[in-house]
């Protein structure tokens, strides 16, 4: 568990993921953790999903800090908590809060949540996940156009695993880039990167095991290591394609370990 | 059979991920090419394959081992399932465009974001070099998708301010490469 202090030009960083349902927020966010430990910053894991049991954040980090039983007011109340925690004690974390009405949606409607946050020099960096479906924009539409939410530092991130067989992500993503939600969060400073599509993301997550694991076939709770053909796509997707995902985020977004952690984020990809 | 086994995966995706149906169903249509083989060879033991998947974790809709009479039903379903959405993927007219062949769009046609293509043609974005009237022609060679989204610079409003224009640039680039990499067919006219 970090509490590594930062210097004056690192902000702390709170990543929150937010969109519908099966959007990918929890994929998301388990890539990113795994790559930011990875890169040696050991942020902490917010699950205030109160839906997703099966696959949330939780399972694939035992050191997450998942929101008590409870309603919406109980998830409100523990997100209010953690990120009081956050200010304080200045570290990095990743929040899922999960999709439909949330502790976190309550909380942006009732408190004037980002000015609180990024008045406490912290830098919070909102995290649209959408698919190709255009309801997949409700979020962004909601969030930005009654000013609910729309942190300085957004990355609308363009899901590819979500888009059908058989069609392009160009295609697919045309209609969602040229809509009027994203182009005022586009001219709001909003920034947009697509999610690399793993075609065996489930069998990883399945069992239990890191992309790291999976692709250097790693064998956990006696279940059949990844075939030799899906350890090659998680080899590529997590050395190539997701360190290339990243790369498109600001550097200051990013909750790195190290200070040259985003030049060797860019060698890997090449 | 490698042929078939991935266009069956890439039909299988296309089935909705609903949580109403038990994690056993989802195997079962991930491996359907597998087990139709097996099935073909003789009687599925449905107690051995039971024991087996019960080993693995996998688990009926009420998160229980699966029992013999509900594997073989879960069975039964996802056959239908997976013939129901690959009559429907067949029944399908092969992807273009949407309805308008290269061939009739307007030689005057223009991507939404261009507005005027002159303007575009005099006002280069931001590191992305040179818009030209050619670059606005609908290549032969075009995605099988939308047209609007066949030429570069599609999602690019001349009027947005240049970090806007370098942003939209910047994603339809990810775009592109993800295509390439995911060999989006690019379907050659054969008119």
């Known amino acids: 568990m970090s509490n590594r202090k930062q210097t004056p030009e690192r902000l702390p960083i709170i990543w929150v993921a937010l969109g519908r349902q099966r959007v990918g927020k929890t994929a998301l966010l388990n890539s990113a953790v795994q790559f930011f430990r990875e890169s040696g910053n050991h942020v902490r894991v917010w699950n205030a999903d109160q839906q997703n049991k099966s696959h949330a954040i939780s399972q694939f980090f035992a050191d997450a800090e998942h929101v008590p039983e409870g309603g919406i007011e109980d998830a409100k109340v523990w997100i209010e908590g953690r990120l009081e925690d956050l200010i304080e004690h200045r570290y990095d974390a990743v929040l899922d809060v999960g999709g439909g009405a949330t502790g976190f949606t309550k909380l942006v409607q009732e408190v004037p949540l980002l000015e609180a946050i990024e008045g406490s020099s912290v830098r919070l960096v909102g995290l649209f996940c959408t698919g190709p479906e255009r309801a997949d924009l409700d979020y962004l539409e909601q969030y930005a156009e009654a000013e609910l939410f729309m942190p300085a530092a957004s990355m609308i991130v363009l899901n590819a695993g979500l888009v059908l067989s058989g069609r392009s992500a160009t295609g697919a993503f045309g209609p969602i880039l040229q809509h009027p939600a994203v182009k005022r969060a586009a001219k709001a400073g909003a920034r947009t990167a697509m999610l690399p599509h793993l075609a065996c993301m489930s069998q990883v997550t399945d069992r239990g095991l890191t992309f790291r694991e999976a692709m250097d076939g790693v064998q956990k709770h006696a279940a059949v290591p990844l075939s030799l053909f899906d350890r090659a796509r998680v080899n590529r997707w997590w050395t190539r394609e997701i360190p290339a995902f990243f790369d498109v985020f600001p550097r200051e977004w990013l909750p790195m370990g190290g200070s040259d952690a985003h030049a060797n984020l860019s060698v890997e990809t090449n | ?191």
């Open chain 2, 1 to 191: 059979m490698a042929r078939r086994s991935k266009d069956s995966k890439a039909i299988l995706r296309t089935l909705e991920r609903s949580d109403q149906r038990s994690p056993l169903f989802w195997w079962m249509v991930d491996h359907f090419d597998e087990i139709t083989a097996r099935s073909r060879r003789g009687r599925i033991s449905w107690a051995s394959f039971c024991a087996e998947v019960s080993r693995q974790g996998l688990t009926d809709r009420d998160g229980q081992p699966p029992a013999d009479a509900t594997a073989r039903k879960t069975w039964e379903r996802v056959r239908a399932a997976v013939q129901q959405t690959r009559a429907e993927e067949e029944a399908k007219p092969p992807p273009r465009p949407g309805s308008i062949y290269p061939s009739r769009i307007p030689k005057d046609w223009k991507p939404s974001g261009y507005r005027d293509a002159a303007q575009a043609a005099t006002k280069p974005p931001v590191g992305g070099g040179e818009i030209s009237p050619a670059r606005l022609a609908v290549r032969s060679g075009t995605d099988s998708t939308l047209a609007a989204t066949a030429v570069q610079g599609a999602f690019v409003d001349p009027e947005d301010p240049p970090e806007v224009q370098q942003m939209f640039l910047d994603i339809e680039a990810q775009l592109r490469r993800a295509d390439r990499y995911l060999g989006t067919p690019l379907k050659r006219r054969t008119e």
